[in-house]
């Protein structure tokens, strides 16, 4: 099943088409990582996906019915988005930021309910900086910050979670932390997550459905196993890729890759 | 949000309530015509004198309102703007719309000339027209297609703007009579010239319509300034709610310097003052930015009024003194 997907989505950019003709369906209750090399229009597909960018045609649909036609605040209850690397205003404390999450269930002046303190809380206490709560956000790591974002994502109340490159400008321990964390969320509260990532590895291992795209369409998609191998890393990436297995996770790993050079490079080289 | 600094809050917004209290108090009190603290009280209550009537509610009370009206106005104004276009150094004066509603001014005078007070009312619509044209000349100037409004290119053409159209109202009133063109001249200087009940009148209106508008749309504010692609995924309308709140900001500049002269700076750092206060929650700071935008204006007209006597130093030079530098250092830190 599928409460969230796109039909015949073109997606452009000045002139240009980011995005060409696509479709997909996210499943539900799922981790679904988006890779490609850059500029392959991911980013786009998502920020498309959650009504950032309007596509040129083409629709996405959430439970059935077109996105641009109901009324935005009525999606941000069903659907979170969490842009890549905001910026929080100097001063704001976590527990501020957190509680924008609510904006979608507000009228008026915005005072928070009991019902809103406790989503809140529960953010806060789940993405463990709690203990942050009056801090500044620009006073706390990359990583800590990483996690307040995602507890305001957390606090709209929404099964489906989008991400844009979620782990970007993290060292790898705290990039880990936030995907154990999406992981978490996943498994016990059946959020549906999807995320554009970078790291094959990291995809590989936490996504349950993984899509590639090259040149703004999906290449290939399916499960880790069918999508991390030599052949679509070839097509997509461009690389010659030496795939193994994890001994930890018993998920494919890329263990190294050269780049493929054009034939005539190659010749002229040699 | 938590109760220790839901408590600071109002603290510091009583704080400010009081403040704001002992500068009236103290501009009365002082230069010309000047009521003590106790005439002060009993006039207010019914009990002054008819001499001690006539000073306050004649003389005093309306440029004092005008100038609380004004600095309202103008720090609501800047906070908006500041929290719209992401930039700590948005203001209406230094973006060119109180020059571009300056320019409509002296339209205005060439019209109507200063004396005629029945046709004073519709001197803010003209000053609007003005802000809001030049509001859409700079928007439209400093937006590249695909990366929105830079601040450093917004700010640039503001200041060029601004000084262009400040040139062009300096021209226009020099084909001014005597009087009207001293009157310009003043009013360029940031003169709160609106000492009459009337300008107090053609001013309340929108400050009373849109300072709580800007306030109900405290959650929208806080959602634009975190980041567009995150306003936007948590519900906002953020192409219309950005026009609307524009719209507002210029409105409240444009009506605020119609009659108290072209003030820069308070929208600049009254918002600026009460942030780092209370924080950049709109909920907590854009009341507090209103009241601390009424202490200067009216501090400052009444400093400006005190030294040289009895012509004065028009309050927005007063203004330009402390806020010049307070501008410099907010560069220097960015």
Redesign the interface.
């Known amino acids: 099943m599928s409460r969230l997907h796109a039909e015949n989505l073109t997606v452009t950019y000045g002139e240009r088409d980011i995005v060409k003709n696509l479709g997909v369906s996210i499943p539900d209750g799922q981790i679904t990582a988006i890779i490609g090399p850059n500029g392959c229009g991911k980013s786009t597909l998502l920020k498309t996906l959650s009504r950032i960018l309007n596509p040129k045609t083409g629709m996405v649909y959430l439970d059935g019915k077109g996105i641009s036609k109901e009324p935005t605040k009525k999606i941000a209850q069903k659907m979170a988005i969490l842009p890549q690397s905001p910026d929080a205003p100097e001063g704001l404390t976590v527990g501020e930021l957190v509680s924008y999450g609510r904006f979608p269930y507000q009228k008026g002046l915005g005072k928070l309910t009991k019902k809103d303190y406790e989503v809140i809380d529960w953010s806060l206490q789940v993405t463990g900086i709690h203990e942050f709560k009056d801090r500044p956000v620009d006073a706390l790591s990359g990583g800590q910050r990483q996690r307040v974002w995602i507890a305001m994502a957390l606090a709209q109340e929404t099964d489906i979670i989008l991400l844009d490159e979620p782990t970007t400008y993290l060292d790898m321990c705290h990039q880990l932390e936030v995907l154990e964390l999406l992981d978490h969320l996943n498994r016990v509260e059946n959020r549906t997550i999807v995320m554009v990532i970078h790291d094959l590895n990291h995809a590989a291992r936490f996504a349950h459905h993984m899509v590639a795209m090259k040149d703004g369409s999906i290449i290939n998609e399916g499960t880790a196993e069918e999508v991390m191998t030599r052949q679509v890393l070839r097509n997509v990436f461009n690389i010659d890729a030496e795939i193994g297995m994890d001994p930890r996770t018993r998920k494919p790993v890329c263990l190294t890759y050269d780049i493929i050079k054009p034939v005539e490079l190659v010749g002229n080289l040699a | 949000?938590?109760p220790?600094?839901a408590k600071k809050v109002r603290v510091t917004t009583i704080s400010a309530i009081v403040l704001l209290i002992a500068v009236f108090i103290i501009s009365v009190a002082t230069g010309f015509a000047s009521l003590t603290p106790t005439e002060l009280f009993w006039t207010i209550f019914g009990q002054g004198t008819p001499k001690q009537d006539l000073i306050l509610f004649e003389f005093r009370l309306p440029r004092i309102i005008v100038a609380v009206l004004a600095g309202m106005g103008l720090a609501v104004s800047g906070a908006l703007l500041q929290s719209l276009t992401?930039n700590p150094l948005s203001d209406p004066g230094i973006l060119g719309i109180n020059a571009g509603a300056g320019l409509m001014v002296v339209v205005y005078i060439m019209f109507f000339s200063v004396e005629s007070s029945s046709s004073l009312y519709i001197l803010p619509l003209f000053a609007l027209a003005g802000g809001g044209a030049t509001a859409a000349i700079i928007y439209i100037m400093s937006y590249k297609?695909?990366e929105g409004v830079e601040p450093a290119r917004l700010v640039l053409v503001g200041v060029g703007l601004a000084a262009a159209l400040s040139g062009a109202a300096l021209t226009l009133a020099t084909r001014l009579d005597m009087e009207n063109y001293a009157f310009m001249a003043n009013w360029l200087a940031g003169r709160i010239w609106g000492d009459d009940w009337i300008f107090v009148l053609s001013l309340l209106p929108w400050i009373l319509l849109l300072l709580p508008i800007s306030?109900?749309k405290?959650?929208v504010l806080?959602?634009l300034?975190?980041?567009e692609?995150?306003a936007?995924?948590?519900?906002?309308?953020a192409g219309r709610e950005r026009i609307v709140l524009i719209t507002i900001a210029v409105a409240l500049a444009s009506a605020s310097v119609a009659v108290s002269g072209g003030i820069a700076f308070v929208g600049l750092m009254a918002p600026h003052i009460a942030?780092?206060l209370v924080?950049?929650?709109h909920?907590s700071f854009l009341p507090l930015a209103a009241l601390i935008g009424a202490v200067l204006l009216l501090a400052a007209d009444t400093i400006g009024r005190v030294i040289l006597d009895p012509s004065g130093i028009p309050a927005g030079i007063i203004v330009t003194l402390i806020g010049a530098p307070y501008f410099m250092y907010l560069l220097a830190r960015k």
Do not use: D, E
Not at chain 2, 232 to 237: A, E, K, R
């Open positions: 949000m938590n220790g600094h992401k297609k695909g306030m109900v405290s959650n806080n959602m300034n975190l980041n692609n995150v936007i995924g948590t519900g906002v309308n942030r780092s924080g950049p929650r909920q």
